[in-house]
């Protein structure tokens, strides 16, 4: 790989190579629905699907209700909108 | 997680996007949701890496007695964030006013 990027300096870089710096910090999910999970990103697969820890679950209504969940969860990524890494959530 | 060599001419779609890495961009998602940023890597799926966002989400609220549709937009700031590909709409320069 690193032979490839001396040559190619306009190499197309792969975004999941980016995601994988943020295993083990903390990550900010928005949801294509009105959700948004921030956990510990422990791992993800080729489909984005997610394994996160100390998760907190928020619904984006106009209260800003909290769902807390602790250990771990398995995110389907089908329906993730964006990662946001270091993130801590909405405003509530 | 082989990189293909890059060529400098236009052949397909992805080329265009190609051509802005590294500049500021204009990306439409579904959702009603808006994004503009500095691009820095894409993929085949249209995944993409932004630093430097501002995020605009618009809602619509519906008065209950005029039905009046008022159109708020929310904007945040976000220093870097991934784009998963399947909720992208359009991705162009950024819009210019004026």
Known sequence: ISQIYASNPHCIFNVLELVDKCIGSRIH?????????????????????????DVTEFEITPE???ITKLDQIL??????????????GPEV | MYMQPTTNTVEEPLDLIRLSLDERIY????????????LHAYDQHLNMILGDVEETVTTVEIDEETYEELYKSTKRNIPMLFV???????????????
């Not at chain 1, 089908?78 to 890494?85: A, E, K, Q, S, Y």
């Open chain 2, 84 to 98: 998963r590909g399947d909720g992208v709409v359009l991705v162009a320069p950024p819009l210019r006013v004026g």
């Open chain 2, 27 to 38: 990306v439409k998602m579904r959702n009603d949701r808006e994004l503009r940023g500095r």
């Open chain 1, 29 to 53: 999910i928005v949801m294509k629905t009105d959700k948004e999970i921030v956990g510990t990103l422990l791992g993800f697969d080729d489909f984005v699907n997610m394994v996160l820890e």
């Open chain 1, 64 to 66: 800003g209700r909290r």
């Open chain 1, 75 to 88: 995110l389907n990524g089908n329906n993730i909108t964006m990662l946001i890494p270091g993130g801590e």
